[in-house]
C-alpha cells in the first residue's frame, strides 16, 4: 500500500529536523521533541481514580518467609508447648507415629514499642525506637495461598501463582504513569542472587513492555552499559538514535500491531535520558557522614541492605514510582535463633533510618513502605536435631507484614491464633492486600483492567476488597 502525501509531508518534515546536524543546540532541540512525545506516551503521569494518599511505594521484600512468630507476633502458649509432640492430619493419613512434629517456642524475648504497643523481637533495636515504631501499622491476617517459594513469591508479587502476569510496580505505573521521564518508574535491588522465579516478579507480563522493572545490580555498574564508550559522544549518540528511530517510526506506521517495537523505542530514548541522570543518583558518597552511618554503612552487616535503602529514599525524591528491594535468607527451616537474629541485624537499622529520613523529609505521608515476606512460619518442625538447630516450615494460612506512611493508619491490625498457626483476626487473602495497595495509590482495581486473552484482566485476577482497619 503506498503511503500517503501527508505520511510522506511528515517523512519530509522530520528529515528536515534531523538534518538540523549535530550541534549542541540540535541536541538540546531533539530532547525536547522526545520529551513531548513523551508526555503525551503511555509512560506519561496520569490522574489516579480518585485521592490517592500514596505517590510512590518502597516495597522491602524478605525473601524465603520471615517467621511471624520470631518477628512481630509473639506466642506465649508456645512456651507451655516447647518440645510437645503431636500427630497432624497428614501424618495420620500417611500412618507416622506418634510426636512426628514438635511445637517450637520463640529463642527471642519481645518488647511492645511505641505508643501504640507494637510487639516485636528483642533483635530490632532501631524499630523500637518510639520515633519509628509509631510508624508502623503491623497487620497480622493476611494469608497467602501456596508454601512453595516460587508460586508464593509470583503470587505476592503479580497476584497470580503461576506468573506471567504483571507485577505490582508494573500496574503501578500502567495506571499512573511515571513522574520523572529522566528514570525508569519502577526500580527493582536484589541481591547477587536473584529471588526464586527470577525476573518474573518484576514482569510486565501482558502490559507493554516499558512498564517492567529495571534491575540494580548489587555489584560493579548498577546498569549495565549505561555509560557509553569514552569515544561515543551524547551528539554522536543522538545522531545514532534519531537514524534508528526514523527507521523504526516507518516501520511501525506500516504495521501498528507490534507493540514491542514503540516499547523498544521509547526505551531507547530512555536510557539515553538516563545517562545524565542515574550516575548522579546513585552516587551516595554525595551523602553526609551523618546519614551513612544512619543507614548502616559503616557496619559490613548492615551495609548492603542499608545501601539499597538510602539509594531507595533517593530515587523516591527523585520521582521514581515504585521501588522493590529483595533481602534473602529467611527460609530457616533450622537454627533460626541464629539466621533469623543475623537477618533482622542486617535489616533493622537499614528500615528504620528508611522511615525516619522519609519523615524528616516529608515524605513518609506520600509514600508507602511495605515489608513483607512470601508466606509465614509454622509454630512447629517435624525434627527436633537438639535445641540449637530448631527450625519451623512453611505457612500460608499466618504470616506478618507492616506497612508505614502513606496513607496507613500505625497500630496492630488483625490477629493469629494462640499458636500462629492461622490467621484468626481481620482475615483478608493477598488480592485483598493488592486492593489495598492500589486503593492507597488512588487507583481502582476494579478499573484498571488491561484487555489481554480476550477478557479484561486486572491485578486481583476477579476483584478483592480493601482492608479498611488498614487505611487512615
Known amino acids: 500500500m503506498k503511503r500517503s502525501l501527508l505520511h510522506t509531508a511528515g517523512l519530509q518534515r522530520r528529515e528536515f529536523l534531523y538534518g538540523l546536524g549535530a550541534s549542541l543546540g540540535s541536541v538540546a532541540f531533539a530532547d525536547l521533541i522526545a520529551g513531548e512525545n513523551i508526555a503525551s506516551g503511555p509512560l506519561a503521569p496520569k490522574k489516579p481514580h ?30 507451655e508447648l516447647h518440645l510437645k509432640g503431636f500427630v497432624n492430619a497428614d501424618d495420620k493419613l500417611s500412618g507416622m507415629g ?7 517456642k520463640s529463642p527471642y524475648k519481645f518488647r511492645k514499642a511505641g505508643k501504640n504497643g507494637v510487639s516485636m523481637s528483642e533483635h530490632f533495636r532501631h524499630m523500637a525506637d518510639p520515633a519509628v ?10 494469608q497467602a495461598e501456596s508454601v512453595s517459594h516460587p508460586t508464593a513469591l509470583y503470587h505476592m508479587n503479580t497476584g497470580n501463582r503461576f506468573g506471567g502476569d504483571p507485577a505490582l510496580g508494573a500496574w503501578t505505573n500502567y495506571g499512573l504513569g511515571s513522574i520523572n521521564q529522566n528514570l525508569p518508574g519502577y526500580v527493582v535491588m536484589s541481591e547477587l542472587a536473584d529471588p526464586q522465579g527470577g525476573s518474573g516478579n518484576w514482569s510486565n507480563g501482558f502490559l507493554p513492555a516499558h512498564y517492567q522493572g529495571t534491575q540494580l545490580r548489587s555489584e560493579g555498574s548498577p546498569i549495565l552499559d549505561l555509560a557509553p564508550p569514552a569515544w561515543k559522544s551524547r551528539e554522536h549518540q543522538r545522531r545514532n538514535l534519531n537514524i534508528l528511530k526514523k ?19 521509547e526505551n531507547y530514548e ?20 551523618k546519614t551513612r552511618e544512619l543507614y548502616g554503612l559503616d557496619d559490613k552487616e548492615t551495609e548492603p541492605f542499608g545501601r539499597k535503602c538510602l539509594l531507595a529514599r533517593r530515587l523516591v525524591e527523585k520521582g521514581v514510582r515504585f521501588i522493590q528491594i529483595f533481602s534473602g535468607g529467611w527460609d530457616s527451616h533450622d537454627f533460626i535463633k541464629r539466621a533469623h537474629r543475623q537477618r533482622i541485624y542486617s535489616v533493622d537499622k537499614p ?13 513518609l505521608d506520600e509514600t508507602l513502605v511495605m515489608w513483607t515476606g512470601e508466606f509465614g512460619r509454622t509454630p512447629d518442625n517435624s525434627r527436633r536435631g537438639g535445641e540449637v538447630a530448631l527450625g519451623r516450615d512453611h505457612n500460608a494460612k499466618a504470616m506478618a507484614m507492616f506497612f508505614a506512611g502513606g496513607g496507613t493508619r500505625p497500630g496492630q491490625v488483625g490477629a493469629t491464633d494462640e499458636l500462629g498457626n492461622t490467621a484468626a483476626e481481620v482475615v483478608h487473602p493477598i488480592r485483598d492486600v493488592h486492593v489495598t495497595l ?20 486486572q491485578l486481583s485476577q476477579f476483584g478483592g476488597q480493601v ?5 487512615a
Open 270 to 289: 530512555l536510557a539515553y535520558r538516563m545517562q545524565m541522570e542515574v550516575p548522579g543518583i546513585l552516587d551516595i558518597g554525595k551523602e553526609s557522614e
Open 98 to 104: 506418634n510426636g512426628s512434629r514438635f511445637y517450637v
Open 133 to 142: 515504631a509509631d510508624e508502623l501499622c503491623v497487620y497480622h491476617g493476611c
Open 351 to 363: 528500615i528504620a533510618a528508611l522511615i525516619r529520613d522519609l519523615r524528616q523529609r516529608d515524605l
Open 50 to 79: 480518585h485521592q490517592q494518599k500514596a505517590r510512590a511505594v518502597i516495597m522491602l521484600f524478605m525473601e524465603g518467609g520471615p517467621s511471624h512468630i520470631d518477628t512481630f507476633d509473639p506466642k506465649p502458649k508456645l512456651d
Open 247 to 265: 527507521l523504526n517510526q516507518t516501520h511501525l506506521e506500516d504495521h501498528p500491531q507490534h507493540r514491542d517495537l514503540a516499547a523498544r523505542m
Open 467 to 471: 482492608i479498611k482497619e488498614i487505611v
Open 438 to 457: 492500589l486503593k492507597l495509590l488512588g487507583l481502582d482495581d476494579n478499573k484498571l483492567t488491561y484487555f489481554h486473552g480476550g477478557r479484561y484482566k
